[in-house]
């Protein structure tokens, strides 16, 4: 059931326009006639190398099994990559953009990064492109990558990031100077659709530098191998078409299509074969291989390729010449009908006109998606941020089962291997990913933060994604949900009931109904992840809750998924504070299903006892238990309970104390009309149970304007946790809330266990430590999804207790402001890291001046993993739009909405009337 504000609903406030668009119709189609406006995307990985599921190694290194050195010679098992890739939703067949400015040793096909033993922190893409444009069902997308015009500096990137230490910055490509007097080349890739089964590629190089330059560019398809499991399958083929520059394409599951190049080149033909006599000294089953037309262009081998013009691998080899400032565009387009004489397809003028049209459309889209009273400046880092969501939809083919099985292995014994009690696990989806190089693969929690923004542009794609990892073909028999691929059996924090809800909560505002199947089905499976949980998850069955690293990596003074070197267990405050979030909200599904099938209705009132024996594990105090709670320092924290039955606090601020926050829900007032029978029996309940009343009385309360509020405090703890909150000198940053207090910068908090310090200290950047392999750091820095939750807790906990309850912030600046203008700072903030100040500096550029001076660089943004906890730059994965997408949601929330408005008329009642309004 919803509250009557929908204070939690990001983004639900969003109406379809009265005068459907051109995109938007395309949805419609999609979504109601099955017409296949997203079966083409941009679903090719930028990296398929160093991934779980193409290591075939005894050890699992998958980093050292195939190496980007291996790449470009080694046909993949599961997956493709290249870059600014498009391909068909099961990666059949795959087109992407390769090139060579004649002095690089190997062909440009893919994206070159460290790898996690390589980078002094962890693995690390070492190119730039951003994603700028991109419609939902692909029908218009752009991107842009800078291609350096002199020798691309590989070995010194590599060597030069070996040599520093975890302490030292990270050695980047613009530090080599590579990019100096602007020589390089700007790669704008557009894909537009005529139709669903027509696409337009256009690829226009810019040449940015002082001197004429050359470059051969070769647009690239290929079909993905899925011959050599299967070598008595019909197998795909690709030749070309006598007299022009057409490449004719034969494939058992999609048919007949044709590749057509409207401005030439020569055609090159090999086969997606590894080359085995290169990478392993054996001879080659063909002699004509996947490395081919690198050994043809960049070795001038003209032997490699296949002169008979056929092949399951194929380039179009364009030569370019620009003068300085000068650009060309090549074009071609992969359709499902045959080129005719004097085919009107291939003219340029006619090609530009579509996807100049579908650009329009792209516009027209999102200025319908976007609020209208979002600032200037915030427009394109929004449009940017969504456009890097849509981008990063991959293709992720993996069954567990048959990788076992190619590993010599029996599938249904396979313990202690990676992975290995997945074997039911069978993954052939696009999924969206954190990113495309860094991450391509999916995790869990990352999926769920995911489908809250992707929900603003497609919630039919958002709400499948829910659905996926609830599926059979991934939910774990047990209830489990898979964390991601480099070991599904981790846990990662149990999100999901949270973005179902509010995605249910989005589609009935655009669409004036929910979709109460898709809901009911969802709740069903939760409810079985949820029991997992609770049977798995509790070690004493105390309602308290561990789950090990629970996605925040090295935040504790110990591994927390690894055996504790004290012996014992911890009772996690965020793993406990985690499931009463995922309490309320089963309870707020099941009374939303319960308003036409009251059976559902016992099922709310089980939700509801679960959270109030949680609230009560939480708050109890006395007794022979400890409390996480610390009255003293007025904060939640970790408890460690030793062997020995004794207990103490593990007395570090960070976001492990902040997350009972995120577990506060508000319920509207109509509920005890519509369902009297849950509040009586909640009453009952604590009735018969008078030491659980003892201890709820403080948390119980009636707002305002008469809604109940189900949280894990009262008032006086409320105000201790938001005092440390939004205090600048432990979490307030100036770009959000950090992910540890700053307060342990000078008091670091350590623990000497058997004669070896344990210590947690204040770092804003990076992590000093190779813990989870070193390249993710929640000991200081700014992570999107916590902030998430922070502003969706403090505008639940407005909406009760209204304008009558303000706290001072920031802590000791004597300004009081309102939960709702607490919330509204903090995502001002957040969005902040992305804006140009006035010297036209991005926080999130650290100190690159090149992003504030250069023009050809300035409007662009990328979406970093997490920021620093002081200056707002990005760290981490430097490409991961993932939940860092988030950005497109926060300044669209706030966008002309005061508190008033939310109070009174709730957040989609008031953009109904503006949408009305335009």
């Known amino acids: 059931m919803s509250s009557a504000p929908s204070p939690g609903s990001f983004g ?160 980047e490509l613009l530090d080599t100077g590579i990019f100096g007097e602007s020589r390089y080349f700007d790669v704008a890739v557009e894909y537009a659709k005529e139709g669903p089964e027509d696409v337009l590629l256009r690829i226009t190089v810019h040449n940015r530098g002082p001197e004429q330059a050359q470059l051969r560019l070769l647009p690239t398809v290929w079909f993905r191998d899925i011959w050599s499991a299967a070598p008595d399958a019909p197998r795909p083929q690709l030749r070309a078409e006598p007299g022009a520059s057409v490449i004719a394409i034969s494939h058992p599951h999609l048919g007949d299509r044709w590749l057509l190049s409207l401005d030439g080149g020569r055609l090159l033909f090999t086969e997606n074969a590894t080359n085995t006599e290169r990478l392993f000294g054996t001879p080659n089953e063909t002699p004509y291989v996947k490395d081919a037309v690198d050994r043809y262009v960049v070795h001038g081998d003209e032997a490699a390729v296949n002169p008979d013009l056929t092949g399951t691998k194929a380039a179009v080899d364009v030569p370019l010449t620009l003068p300085p400032g000068g650009s060309a565009t090549v074009r071609l387009r992969l359709t499902d009908t045959p080129p005719v004489p004097d085919d009107p397809r291939l003219s340029a003028p006619g090609f530009d006109d579509v996807v100049e049209r579908r650009r329009a459309e792209a516009d027209e889209f999102y200025d319908d998606i976007l609020d209208p009273e979002l600032a200037e400046a915030e427009r394109p880092v929004v449009r940017q941020a969504l456009a890097g969501m849509l981008w990063s939809k991959q293709y992720f083919g993996y069954g567990v089962e048959q990788w076992l099985t190619e590993h010599g292995l029996d599938p249904l014994d396979a313990d202690g291997v990676r992975n290995g009690d997945w074997f039911h696990l069978v993954a052939h989806d696009v999924i969206s990913m954190p990113d495309t190089w860094e991450y391509p693969w999916f995790a869990a929690w990352d999926l769920a933060f995911h489908a809250i923004t992707l929900g603003l542009v497609d919630v039919t794609f958002a709400k499948h994604q829910l659905d996926l990892l609830l599926s059979l073909r991934y939910q774990h028999p047990n209830g489990q949900i898979p964390a991601y691929e480099w070991n599904f059996g981790d846990v990662n924090p149990p999100v999901h009931a949270w973005a179902t809800y509010l995605l249910y909560e989005l589609e009935k505002a655009n669409t004036g109904r929910g979709d109460r199947a898709w809901l009911k089905n969802a709740f069903l499976k939760l409810a079985k992840n949820f029991t997992w949980w609770i049977n798995r998850k ?100 970790d408890l460690l309970r030793l062997p020995d039955g004794s207990a103490t606090r593990m007395r570090v601020r960070s976001m492990v104390g902040l997350l009972p926050l995120a577990a506060a829900t508000v319920l509207s007032p109509e509920l005890a009309g519509r369902h009297p029978e849950l509040l009586a029996g909640a009453q009952d309940f604590v009735a018969h149970h008078p030491s659980v009343a003892s201890v709820l009385t403080p948390g119980r309360f009636r707002g305002e304007h008469g809604h109940y509020m189900l949280a894990l405090f009262d008032q006086h703890r409320l105000r201790r946790v938001l005092a440390r909150l939004l205090d600048e000198e432990e979490f307030l940053s100036e770009y959000g809330i950090r992910s540890l207090s700053r307060h342990h910068a000078e008091h670091p908090y350590g623990l000497d266990v058997d004669g070896h310090r344990h210590e947690v200290s204040y770092l804003p950047a990076e992590s000093d430590s190779g813990m989870f392999g070193g390249n993710s750091n929640w000991r200081g820095p700014i992570w999107f999804p916590m902030n998430a939750l922070m502003i969706r807790a403090l505008l639940n906990l407005y909406v009760c207790y209204g304008d009558e309850f303000t706290v001072e912030c920031p802590t000791g600046s004597g300004q009081q402001l309102t939960l709702f203008e607490v919330a509204r700072e903090i995502s001002d903030r957040l969005t902040r890291i992305f804006l140009p100040d006035a010297q036209g500096r991005r926080p999130c550029y650290g100190g690159q001046t090149i992003f504030a001076t250069d023009e050809h660089w300035r409007d662009l943004v990328t979406f970093a993993e997490y920021f620093h906890g002081d200056n707002g730059a990005g760290l981490g994965a430097s490409h991961q739009t993932g939940w860092t997408g988030l950005v497109a949601v926060f300044p669209n929330l706030f966008a002309g909405l005061t508190g008033h408005d939310l109070l009174t008329r709730g957040m989609i009642s008031v953009r109904q009337t503006r949408q009305e309004r335009r």
């Open 538 to 637: 509790d070690v004493d069955g105390r309602n308290v809750f561990q789950g090990g690293f629970l996605g925040l990596d090295n935040i504790g003074v110990f591994d927390r998924s690894a055996p504790l070197p004290t012996g014992g267990h911890l009772d996690q405050a965020d793993g406990t504070a985690w499931m009463a979030l995922y309490c309320q909200n089963m309870l707020q599904i099941a009374l939303e299903l319960a308003d036409e099938e009251p059976v559902y209705l016992e099922q709310a009132q089980t939700f509801l006892q679960h959270f109030m024996l949680i609230a009560v594990a939480v708050n109890r105090s006395g007794g022979k238990a400890e409390s996480m709670w610390d009255e003293q320092d007025g904060f939640f924290y």
């Open 12 to 171: 639900a406030d969003q109406q379809r326009p009265h005068e459907t668009g051109a995109e938007q119709r395309r949805l419609d189609e999609a979504d109601t006639a099955g017409v296949g406006w997203r079966r083409w995307g941009p679903y090719l990985s930028e990296r398929q190398w160093g991934t779980v599921r193409e290591d075939y190694s005894a050890n699992g290194d998958a980093w050292a099994y195939l190496t980007h050195d291996q790449a470009r010679s080694r046909a993949y098992r599961w997956g493709e990559d290249g870059i600014a890739g498009f391909c068909d939703d099961q990666q059949f067949l795959c087109l992407a953009v390769a090139m060579w400015n004649g002095r690089d040793p190997i062909l440009k096909e893919r994206m070159f990064g460290l790898t996690n033993a390589e980078g002094n922190h962890g693995e690390d893409v070492k190119e730039y492109w951003f994603y700028l444009d991109c419609t939902p069902t692909h029908s218009y997308q752009r991107m842009l990558y800078k291609y350096p015009q002199t020798e691309f500096p590989y070995t010194d990137l590599v060597a030069t990031n070996g040599s520093r230490g975890r302490e030292e910055f990270e050695y």
